[in-house]
């Protein structure tokens, strides 16, 4: 187990109380698998990559939990750490590719040197002709010319910003990545190939990755396992087959049921009704339960455990979807 997650907690304060980004959230990740987070905005997908990270501002406060992180030598437990030691583990350890990265780059510096610049600042008794090198492998691994090495930003399309950003994620040999919201901006095409570029990648060095998405589309296609996140929790997770074919949580069963398939028999989309609720002052009990169509006096009163309903097949529902069964959320 590369990366183990228990009970994570972390709010963010405001004047008007505390904000549930981050409630109570478990999972586990070995070497060289892939876990996809889905749901809607807001509803705490990056916030949860933040405090794995130790990327939090001021106002974010963590209230419990571990992330037990093992680089070979037996798990640490990231949260308990100081910031300098934190700095070890960032970027060799677990590093990240931060939504609209592309933008990320600096207009004035080559591409080339700022990954050297990261390199180097990881090992800095590294030679400069050594920390070139390997960035030229980096380019050659997620699809760009070496050559490009020492144009600037500008000169590159977004595509290619892109896999510059994902070869700076790469630069120290990390365990985990975690990729969020990758390939927004793009056209479908580029889109399609990058993450096929990152998939590549992670099974050819065997690397853990978390990819972050509102898009299950994209999830479906790089993740092994898919976690669908609600207003701060995660409600269901599985592999990914059985999330798409058994879907248990009836927002799992929405979304799963909101976009066309592009084969097979053509179906009524669903619509999940109403909004997500806010994280200030969220329902008691289930918080899906105001969208629900199965909630009852239970679902509203009373949360529900996350438990184990199959093997590796994890959901938080009183009443999970039965295999067969049809939800409405709509009445005919």
Request: glycine residues 6%; proline residues 7%.
């Amino acid at each position: 187990m590369v990366l183990s997650v228990r009970d994570l907690r972390m709010y963010y304060k405001t004047k008007m109380g505390y904000v549930k980004a981050v409630d109570g959230i478990n999972f586990d990740l070995d070497s060289g698998e892939s876990l996809g987070i889905v749901g809607e905005s807001g509803c705490g997908k990056t916030s949860i990559s933040m405090t794995i990270l130790r990327l939090l501002p001021d106002n974010a406060e963590f209230k419990g939990g571990q992330v037990l992180f093992d680089m070979g030598n037996g798990p640490v437990d990231l949260v308990k750490l100081s910031e300098d030691e934190m700095r070890k583990y960032r970027w060799r350890g677990i590093s990240m590719v931060f939504q609209a990265a592309m933008n990320s780059l600096n207009p004035v510096y080559k591409v080339g040197d700022q990954i050297v610049e990261a390199i180097q600042t990881h090992f800095p008794d590294m030679p400069l002709d050594k920390a070139r090198k390997k960035v030229a492998e980096l380019f050659e691994l997620v699809g760009l010319d070496p050559s490009r090495m020492d144009q600037y930003p500008h000169q590159y399309s977004g595509g290619m910003k892109q896999r510059a950003i994902i070869a700076m994620a790469l630069a120290c040999d990390p365990k985990v990545i975690i990729a969020d919201e990758p390939t927004t901006a793009l056209d479908v095409i580029v889109q399609d190939r990058i993450l096929k570029e990152m998939k590549k990648i992670q099974q050819k060095l065997n690397m853990a990755m978390i990819y972050i998405s509102h898009d299950i589309a994209v999830i479906a296609e790089v993740s092994d396992k898919i976690a669908v996140m609600y207003a701060g929790k995660f409600v269901e997770l599985a592999d990914s087959v059985t999330i798409f074919k058994r879907p248990m949580h009836p927002y799992t069963y929405g979304l799963m049921h909101a976009f066309p398939s592009v084969a097979g028999e053509k179906t009524e989309l669903v619509t999940i009704p109403g909004e997500p609720p806010n994280l200030l002052n969220p329902p008691s009990g289930c918080r899906f339960s105001p969208r629900c169509p199965k909630a009852d006096e239970l679902c509203r009163k009373v949360e529900p455990e996350y438990r184990e309903v199959d093997k590796n097949h994890f959901v938080a529902c009183h009443h999970p979807i039965q295999p067969g069964e049809v939800v409405q959320f709509y009445e005919k």
